[in-house]
């Protein structure tokens, strides 16, 4: 997929204002001109493009009006209050900064001129909350020409982690309003004004909001509208996802949809960061202290995960890294919750998504929907960026094929769900080019560059990072220090005792050197050697560390691939039967038998002078 900005985190937010263009949202002319004049990277220059083109599209709206033009007008004024939201974005890392309350309203302000002009009934509320605040809320209801036979059905449409109820339309209302349905859309604590002038945060018991906010929708909206409570569903987006599936379970609300909502957003957070040292602060072995200072010198090199961190303090209402994850522990689905869902409801995720995984997110949370019976859940996983995923490939990897060095690699990107490129390659010239000696100066393969330009030769050190980087690496690389270092043990293994003992009796096999007597039988007893440690180790084990497959499985079996399909012979395999068990084992095993194909296992091995 084509990419405007270099990094994933501004591409992606380049993303989100492009997507609202078939509901007037965007224009694409106008958000390639104000790409163009952003650096990657620079939230100063993203705020100043997006804020010049919210004045651009706000005075296109104001000379619309002034001639009459009700849709141009409704249009640019819709336009300039998704810009102004946008330019306002990238500087959550500093919440005191002053242009952000200032944006938001401009923002507000611009949505407010543009509804009056839509072919829709729109009207603003303020909806009673704790303590006598109140929240902004805004119904829109289809005018007569679309709406449906009877009391008109309502769609309750909460928001999420970053988004205020301007952005919901594009999302909801738009869509909803020409079927129609009635959309209610809301800023609670932690969104939108409410935490910009309110300074509310957010709290992960989300139905204790809905609950109030549906009391007013029932109180003092319904009737007024004619508005049919016995249809009523909610719909939410990312962490708004989340906040649905937490509304569900009152009564009122008749369905449910959750589009690609976590399913426990500390677990998510804990896939990205390094297992020792989230299961050192978890555990208490690193101090707060530690755990800050660590994250706070990330983030003087890392702007997205500067914003991520510097966001969550501001929604979340507190002043640390650490204080961040301890309320993103309470944000989860887990204990039987979801059991208490009894309306219909529809699970939507993204499958190669690299944050909210269907394997860790949408699936769990399905199938805990214990009390729904077949036909009241459904589950969706779009597969693409046209089909609701917006990853692209992770990285792309160097390598004549077959090397038996990339099969370990390729398999745990494939456990740890990232898409990996393998273009065409011509070994001797493809490694010897300038552009690629440029980036790898050895010129070995395999080589590995990342999405984000990331450049990694050696295939141990290439495995080791993409297993670090998707929601399996504590399975891959061991969730504390002692299976790590277990772990490791095995691939050194592999590395010094196993693999060069199987090249050196597979290159004169496959054609690619002269047999030696000596080296054949040197190589043979160092490989009946090692296989003998490890039938040994197996004989009370069915993985080499703990009881799933880690990166020690995928080395081995990477190791081996090639001597059990010229050299480990059936008489040879005899001898080893817990080594092929647990060979078979792996390569079968459902996350990675696509990397490593059907068994290929030789009956004779071909002998020296045949």
Not at 120 to 147: C, M, Q, S, T, W
Not at 564 to 577: A, L, T
Request: hydrophobic content about 40%.
């Amino acid at each position: 997929m084509h990419k405007v900005f270099p990094s994933d985190f501004f591409n992606f937010e380049f993303l989100r204002l492009l997507g609202t263009v078939p509901f007037q949202g965007a224009e694409v002319g106008e958000c390639l001109s104000t790409a163009s004049r952003i650096k990657d990277g620079d939230p100063e220059s993203w705020y100043k493009a997006w804020r010049e083109q919210a004045e651009k599209s706000q005075a296109l709206a104001e000379e619309a009006a002034v001639v009459g033009d009700r849709t141009g007008a409704c249009w640019g004024y819709i336009r300039s209050a998704n810009y102004w939201r946008a330019s306002e974005f990238l500087l959550h890392c500093t919440p005191d900064d002053p242009r952000i309350l200032s944006s938001s309203k401009a923002s507000v302000a611009a949505f407010d001129k543009g509804w009056v002009l839509l072919d829709a009934a729109v009207k603003n509320f303020e909806i009673p909350y704790d303590k006598d605040i109140k929240l902004p809320g805004r119904l829109y209801v289809p005018a007569p020409h679309h709406r449906l036979p009877g009391k008109i059905p309502l769609v309750l449409q909460t928001g999420g982690f970053d988004s205020t109820q301007e952005e919901l339309y594009f999302y909801g209302a738009a869509g909803a309003l020409p079927r129609g349905y009635a959309v209610f859309s809301f800023d609670g604590p932690g969104q939108g004004l409410p935490l910009r002038l309110g300074k509310l945060s957010l709290r992960p018991d989300w139905e204790h909001v809905v609950s109030q906010v549906l009391d007013f929708v029932t109180d003092e909206v319904a009737a007024d509208y004619n508005l049919d409570l016995d249809r009523l569903a909610i719909f939410g987006a990312s962490l708004g996802g989340y906040l649905s599936l937490r509304a569900a379970v009152d009564p009122r609300i008749k369905a449910c949809v959750s589009c690609d909502g976590p399913y426990d957003l500390f677990e998510i957070t804990r896939s990205r960061m390094p297992p020792w040292f989230i299961n050192g602060w978890v555990s208490g072995w690193l101090s707060d202290g530690i755990f800050n200072w660590v994250v706070d010198r990330l983030t003087a090199v890392n702007f997205q995960i500067a914003w991520e961190f510097g966001h969550g303090k501001w929604v979340f209402g507190v002043d640390t890294p650490a204080d961040v994850l301890r309320v993103m522990q309470q944000i989860s689905l887990k204990g039987g919750y979801l059991s208490k869902i009894n309306c219909p409801t529809l699970i939507t995720g993204a499958a190669d998504s690299f944050y909210f995984t269907p394997d860790l997110n949408s699936k769990p949370i399905f199938e805990e929907l214990t009390s729904l019976g077949p036909n009241d859940k459904h589950l969706w996983v779009g597969k693409g960026v046209e089909g609701g995923d917006n990853m692209a490939p992770f990285g792309t990897l160097y390598s004549f094929m077959p090397n038996g060095r990339v099969f370990k690699i390729l398999a745990a990107a494939k456990l740890n769900n990232l898409d990996i490129e393998v273009p065409p390659y011509q070994h001797f010239v493809t490694n010897k080019s300038t552009e690629f000696l440029t980036k790898f100066p050895a010129g070995k393969v395999p080589a590995f560059e990342g999405a984000d330009g990331f450049c990694l030769a050696e295939s141990d050190a290439i495995a080791r990072y993409l297993s670090q980087s998707g929601p399996h690496a504590g399975q891959l690389l061991g969730e504390d220090a002692v299976t790590s270092a277990k772990i490791q043990q095995w691939i050194s293994f592999f590395a010094d005792e196993v693999y060069p003992a199987v090249l050196d009796l597979v290159m004169w096999r496959v054609g690619m050197g002269p047999f030696d007597q000596s080296t054949e039988t040197k190589a043979l007893a160092q490989l009946e050697y090692a296989l003998t440690v490890l039938e040994k180790h197996l004989s009370a084990a069915t993985q080499l560390v703990g009881s799933r497959l880690t990166l020690a499985d995928l080395t081995g079996a990477s190791s081996l691939l090639w001597g059990f399909m010229h050299v480990v012979d059936g008489p040879m395999r005899k001898q080893f039967p817990n080594v092929l068990t647990w060979y078979l084992s792996t390569i079968e095993n459902d996350d990675v038998k696509e990397v490593f194909g059907e068994p290929n296992l030789i009956e004779k091995r071909r002998l020296g002078g045949e």
